[in-house]
């Protein structure tokens, strides 16, 4: 299927790796010209690197930058230009007990997962309104509907994604422009990959053993695995396109079935 994406521009933040590379994989297979981002200059050349050595003649460019520091991602995006799509996905998120979270720990996840969207958002939206088309889309999480006990301040992070997409959509009305979220399911990202070979190293197991008894212990799942990045990044790529325009204030679910919501 053409997604009708030749022509436009695409950037996602926190891309040079996981779920947001993916992303940018998958916008780039469609024609996009995409801009990448990371934390380090070295990191962002890598991972354009990586995606130029894949996809040969594919419009890719990056920039380095603390999209959680307000100044520092005025500086970001006076390099950027005006984009077309716009994918918040940079986030972080950690195990902890709710009476070990300190409030510096609340304020960084806040930070880096919702006001990161909050500062792009603002920033990137405004133009895509006054020439009558774009795309907004919040990477948030299946952990923004069911709170895991052992990471609220993640969960209430993903669940203000979710409150954020919607309020903005309503900004968009008689436009071009839409925004949406998806709620993404737990994901073989880098950060989980890590961990789960943390953990195996400590057990003395094969990797593979501990990933599969982890996804098996989270019943509810209908797939019974982790998800793949490029999974969630199919869906982002259909929403960023042109044929999602009947889609506007959505919260859409690439969990597997790990939500019991009939909606």
Partial sequence: MDLQLTGKRAFISGSTRGIGHAVARALAAEGAAVVLHGRTRDGVDDAVRRLRAERHGVDVSGVAGDVADDAELGRLLGTVGDVDVLVNNVGVFELASFPATTDEDWRRV???????????????????????????????????????????????????????GNGLAKLTRGTGVTVNTILGGPTYSDGVEAAVRHVAELQGLPEADVKAGIAASNTSSLVQRFLEPAELASLVAYLASPLSSATNGGALRADGGRLVQVL
């Fill in 110 to 164: 806040l930070d880096v997962n919702l006001m990161s969207a909050v500062r792009l958002s603002r920033q990137l939206l405004p133009g895509m309104l006054e020439r009558g088309w774009g795309r907004v889309v919040m990477v948030s999480s299946e952990s923004g509907v069911d709170v895991p006990a052992d990471m609220i301040h993640y969960g209430v992070s993903k669940a203000a994604m979710l409150a954020l």
